[in-house]
């Protein structure tokens, strides 16, 4: 997950990914000629790392491999904080699915986080790749995979150093 609270720790970042990794390309706040921009400067890390880039927000990109929480080409990926929220989503078409907040973040303050427990049960039966987001760093991920989560998503645990 991209915003623009990473700065230019953005880069290295990227660089620490595992190949394979998913890259959701968010930066809402910039001009649209300037998220073009940074988009493509992405896309170039992502292409030569083997990342995966999806975009979300209304206005595509050139170069995307799919969209976040919204209608495009390519890969689906949608946020889900509630059972009902995952449901619609894959009703609407989504491929996989970024549940969240499993632990709190600083991403939402105050924001009321899941916690493993809750977790499990939204996710349950769910038949698509669920990726844990909020709070999320590789040891908190290993500590879900009993869930069969595909995956973990973060910013402050690939921007400062933990993973």
Avoid: C
């Avoid at 889900?80 to 499993?102: N, T």
């Amino acid at each position: 997950m991209t915003d623009e609270r990473m700065g230019e720790a953005l880069w290295p970042a990227l660089e620490r990914l595992p190949r394979g990794s998913g890259v959701v390309f968010r930066h809402y706040a910039l001009p649209l000629a300037e998220r073009r921009a940074l988009f493509a400067r992405i896309r170039q890390v992502a292409r030569r790392r083997g990342l995966v880039l999806v975009r979300a927000g209304a206005r595509p990109m050139r170069g995307e491999s799919g969209v976040h929480g919204g209608r495009g080409r390519g890969i689906r990926t949608a946020p889900a904080h509630d059972r009902r929220a995952a449901i619609a989503a894959l009703r609407a078409g989504a491929q996989a699915l970024f549940v969240s907040p499993v632990f709190t973040t600083r991403s939402h303050p105050g924001g009321r986080a899941l916690g493993r427990a809750r977790f499990g049960l939204l996710i349950r039966g769910l038949d698509v790749p669920v990726i844990a987001l909020g709070g999320m760093d590789a040891r908190k991920a290993a500590s879900l995979k009993r869930f069969g989560i595909h995956g973990w998503a973060a910013i402050d645990a690939w921007t400062n150093g933990g993973s």
